[in-house]
């Protein structure tokens, strides 16, 4: 009985790998805002993903670039991309909450808001950031999104705040720290200026709790059957040396495939905000 299944699942495995091989699927990348790549080095730097991707179901994985947002959202809700692999990493999220996709992985490590400081700064406890002059990314930021989220969760309302300023990019949340125009900024753990912080001896004084970063998710195409076959590819990418040479032109340390739960629940979570803005 045993030895009937298995043959069973094979044939079943064959049959929906056969379904996807007629024509090539798509794997749509969006690097946000943070990129600068064009779409011939987006595609270069991700086919070994696309590759991997297509091991896995046994089929043609094509990569496309997404330039803007609007695109990026439009295709979600058409299901245009078979594949998704996407930052900020609510718009994956949205589209399995709203358009039927599913997790597959997400890229290591995971994603925080960091809360930071100067090295001569009073400011000792979160709590203390209360009528301080606080320095964000532009207001419709995921990233201000998702600090705003985890200040409301530590009891700290924004939208209370009398001295909040949104700038452009991240980097001018450095800016405005290095030269005295705010005492506490807010950054993603994964910018330069995240990653940088502490290197220049400055404070990091509070971390977030952690959400995926980079998800990839999989539209209703594709069976669970074929994304655990495609888990198994991107898993076992950080255990070979040419594997290892694609995640770090990637920028990330590899993939993992625990996050489902977190990234269902993202919307909700980041929404909290949202409420109280109308």
């Given amino acids: 009985m045993r030895k009937y299944l298995s043959s069973l699942s094979l044939v079943i495995y064959g049959l929906l790998a056969n379904s996807v091989q007629a024509q090539a699927l798509l794997l749509g990348i969006s690097e946000g805002t943070s990129g600068g790549l064009d779409a011939a080095q987006v595609i270069a730097k991700y086919k070994d993903v696309g590759d991997a991707i297509g091991r896995g179901i046994r089929a043609n994985v094509n990569v496309v670039f997404v330039r803007d947002f609007a695109t990026l959202e439009e295709g979600l809700k058409t299901n245009r991309y078979a594949f998704a692999m996407a930052r900020p990493s609510d718009y994956p999220a949205r589209a399995m909450r709203d358009s039927g996709y599913s997790y597959v992985a997400h890229a290591k490590p995971d994603g925080q808001c960091f809360i930071l400081v100067k090295k001569d700064s009073p400011v000792k406890a979160l709590s203390e950031i209360k009528g301080k002059k606080i320095a964000l990314p532009e207001k419709v930021a995921y990233m ?85 076959a495609i888990q198994r590819e991107l898993l076992a990418m950080s255990t070979t040396n040419s594997g290892k040479d694609v995640l770090l032109r990637i920028g990330i340390s590899g993939f993992d495939t625990s996050g489902e739960a977190k990234l269902r629940d993202l919307p909700k979570w980041l929404e909290q905000e949202v409420k109280i803005q109308k």
């Fill in 144 to 228: 201000t999104k998702f600090c705003t989220a985890e200040l409301r969760s530590q009891g700290i309302d924004l939208e209370k705040e009398k001295s909040v300023t949104f700038v452009k990019e991240q980097a001018a949340v450095a800016f405005y720290l290095d030269n005295k125009f705010a005492d506490v900024g807010a950054v993603a753990s994964y910018s330069g200026v995240g990653k940088n912080w502490e290197k220049k001896g400055d404070r990091i004084l509070h971390k977030s709790v952690a959400q995926p970063y980079f998800p990839l998710v999989a539209s209703n195409k594709i069976s669970p059957l074929q994304i655990q």
